[in-house]
């Protein structure tokens, strides 16, 4: 039995489309929201909270619905295609509303009609998020339907890999359309060709995906060999069906999930704010911020091998604990390198490609920690918890860090990061759970306990 990379790149192709919205929707609307329509940061942080809310909803929910739906292109794909198309004519709605605001500003338009380009603006962000949300759980959940069990490792490694490459294209688009050379003279920068670049992108990838996947048949294909191979479906179960944790191992899990919601809020703090921080502070706007988030995802990528090998050297709380010590060192270094420069220097790469390492450190072993403390049928129960106080501390930070950057200083970003990412150093050391030096996984298979991040 070998996975069949190519169609599992394919796959990914939808995984692909999706962080290449994300990462530009991170990146692009902070700016939008304070410099175009001038909300200030703690109601502009709650806008950015709104797509983790509305995650802890639709993601299950479209889940399960794609669980029940049936068709002739199969259960997942509808999902995608609809999802995509909505969010590809949604997005690309953004930057014509965004101008259109600037304009009646510069023509001296009433309160009243600058009140109701932003309630549209709003309004068409709010739709969009729905229609990303709609089918990013469909999305994930095609490889599983058409991968057998055991190959679904390495399957998944490929995802996220495809993933990362998604992020980096727009992180590459951006610093060359929107360099610092080419908007640092302009009083409003039209977002129009960013935006639908990105949308080609993903209309690109969902299409490619759509003609070469054919999900009914490889599902089926898949369903039969899994009805050939039932002891692949085994799950560890007790007598009376209940499985319950041991307290020293339930307080383990309690301190994991605490120190996964501190890291995440410090690290989300800065990669939703970063773009606005650097624009208020360097002046540099976004082709500057996009290539400092490209070496740190270029450094994340190129560090899963080595921290793979660590540890299974290491282990895996000592590797995590290690990532946070750097981490917290990079963030006190940012900003010391930015509170009194004028401009990205070299060594700002630099640095930011450390915390690529750093966040692989630690993201790449926190999942697989959760579930260590697991039996084989609660796995899916345990990626809930990961994935609930990650995306809750993702949902707090945007509104914190925004009502600081606000009512305090835009030099408190990196200070505030910091602190919170520290912290979650104190709480690992009461996690006694959930270690393992399992062999270091090789190749693609270093990549599949990636994650959201």
């Known amino acids: 039995m070998k996975l069949n990379s190519r169609r599992t790149v394919l796959v990914g192709l939808a995984f692909l489309s ?36 509305l995650a802890l909803f639709l993601l299950p929910l479209f889940g399960a619905l794609s669980d029940r739906k049936n068709t002739r292109i199969g259960h997942r794909m509808p999902f995608i295609l609809a999802g995509t198309t909505a969010a590809v004519v949604l997005m690309n709605l953004l930057p014509i509303v965004d101008n259109r605001f600037y304009a009646l500003a510069q023509e001296g338009a009433s309160p009243s009609a600058l009140t109701v380009c932003r309630v549209v603006f709003i309004c068409v962000l709010g739709l969009l998020l729905v229609a990303m949300g709609t089918y990013r759980s469909p999305a994930v959940a095609l490889m599983p339907d058409v991968t057998p069990k055991p190959l679904r490792s390495k399957a998944n490694a490929i995802i996220n890999l495809m993933g ?13 359309l929107y360099s610092t050379r080419r908007i640092a003279d302009l009083e409003h920068v ?14 690109v990838a969902v299409a490619v995906l759509f003609v070469t996947v054919k999900e009914p048949r490889l599902a089926a294909e898949n369903r039969a060999y899994e009805a050939e191979h039932p002891e ?36 989300n703090g800065v990669t939703t704010w970063f773009t606005t921080y650097i624009d208020q502070v360097l002046g540099q706007g976004l082709g500057g911020a996009s290539t400092c988030l490209l070496v740190a995802t270029g450094g994340a990528i190129v560090s899963y091998i080595p921290i793979g090998v660590l540890a299974s050297r290491v282990g895996r709380k000592k590797t995590i604990k290690g990532g946070i010590v750097l981490l917290t060192a990079c963030f006190a270094a940012a900003y010391f390198l930015t509170v009194n420069a004028r401009t990205i220097s070299p060594v700002m790469y630099l640095l930011f490609a450390l915390l690529g390492l750093a966040w692989a450190a630690i993201n790449v072993n926190s999942l697989p920690m959760v579930v260590e403390m697991c039996r084989g049928s609660d796995v899916g129960k345990f990626t809930g918890y990961y994935y609930t106080f990650s995306m ?21 970003l990196f200070p505030y990061a910091a602190v919170f990412v520290a912290a979650s150093f104190v709480t690992m050391c009461f996690v006694r759970h959930g270690d393992s030096r399992a062999e270091a996984k090789k190749g693609l298979e270093a990549f599949e306990d990636m994650g959201d991040g």
Not at 27 to 52: C, H
Not at 190 to 203: E, K, N, R
Not at 392 to 412: C, D, E, F, K, N
């Open 392 to 412: 809750a501390a993702q949902v707090v930070t945007p509104i914190l860090a925004g009502w600081l950057l606000r009512h305090i200083s835009y030099h408190m």
């Open 232 to 267: 692949q479906n085994l799950a560890e179960n007790d007598a009376s069906g209940e499985e319950r944790l041991p307290a020293p191992v339930k307080r383990s899990l309690g301190f994991l999930l605490v120190s996964i919601s501190l890291w995440f809020i410090g690290y």
């Open 164 to 176: 990362a490459v998604g992020g980096i294209l727009y992180l590459a688009v951006a610093a060359v």
């Open 190 to 203: 039209d977002y129009t060709l960013l935006f639908a670049t990105v949308s080609g992108i993903m209309t």
């Open 18 to 53: 999706i962080c290449a919205f994300w990462q530009m929707y991170d990146s692009v609307i902070p700016l939008i929201l304070t410099k175009t329509f001038a909300l200030d940061e703690t109601f502009s942080g709650v806008i950015m909270a709104a797509d983790n809310v």
